[in-house]
């Protein structure tokens, strides 16, 4: 069956864009998340949605970042006035709905801020 | 403070040898651990679990220690193949504030 899709699988953006990132999580799976994971790095806790709202949003660096899931399926992540530090490969993944039990990833959004 | 981290950065072993990666963690709520395995240009893909009920969880070629006493949690894989190289992750979930966070990663390297 599909897997979770990210889209794009690569984005480059000059500094002070704005740029989005699309999770399409597996159907059925209530529980979606976004992680940032640099260069070496495992990956970063982001923001976790139960259904359409944030039930956690406190990895969000500050408040150019903001994701969305408006009717509890497809996510979007949303980064305001990129800056370099913001480089980094954007992971999304979702579950049955337990909080963080087997999570399933895609294969990330490599966004390159130059 | 709450941590997860791996032993060594990068494990070297011959096709065919057992492997061993180690994790510790910090967190003495956390009670839910979960391996990963990362291939390159690629997302975390779930191995196996252990909750901290337990001490010990085999799967296929995978087995997964977890000493709570020490905080240690170890992946031991079976007769390791080209096909295992990769990053491997431990993470934990902590009752306290419910997210996933994972360690730095292991790099694991199979020699043919």
């Known amino acids: 069956g599909a897997g979770v899709s990210q889209t794009p699988s690569n984005k480059v953006t000059e500094k002070g864009k704005y740029v989005e990132l699309r999770c399409d999580p597996i159907?059925?799976?209530?529980?979606l998340y976004w992680y940032r994971q640099s260069l070496g790095q495992g990956p970063e806790f982001l923001i976790y949605f139960q259904g359409t709202g944030a039930a956690d949003d406190s990895g969000l660096p500050n408040d150019r970042f903001f994701a969305v899931r408006p009717e509890g399926s497809v996510s979007t992540l949303k980064i305001q006035r990129t800056e370099r530090g913001d480089s980094a490969v954007y992971l999304c993944?979702?579950?049955?709905?337990?909080?963080?039990?087997?999570?399933?990833f895609g294969s990330g959004t490599q966004l390159s801020v130059l | 403070g709450e941590s997860v981290g791996l032993h060594l950065p990068t494990l070297s072993v011959q096709e065919g040898d057992n492997s061993i990666i180690n994790c510790a963690y910090s967190n003495s709520a956390s009670d839910y651990f979960i391996w990963y395995k990362q291939e390159s240009g690629k997302g975390p893909q779930f191995i196996i679990d252990?909750?901290?009920?337990?001490d010990k969880r085999q799967g296929q070629r995978v087995t997964v220690l977890l000493n709570k006493t020490v905080k240690h949690l170890s992946l031991q894989i079976a007769a390791t193949q080209p096909g295992d190289s990769a990053v491997y992750f431990c993470?934990?979930?902590?009752?306290?504030?419910?997210?996933?966070?994972f360690g730095q990663g292991t790099t694991l390297q199979v020699k043919p």
């Open positions: 993944a979702s579950s049955f709905g337990t909080l963080n039990e087997k999570l399933f």
């Open positions: 159907s059925g799976h209530t529980a």
């Open positions: 252990i909750r901290s009920n337990m």
């Open positions: 993470a934990d979930v902590s009752s306290n504030t419910g997210k996933l966070i």
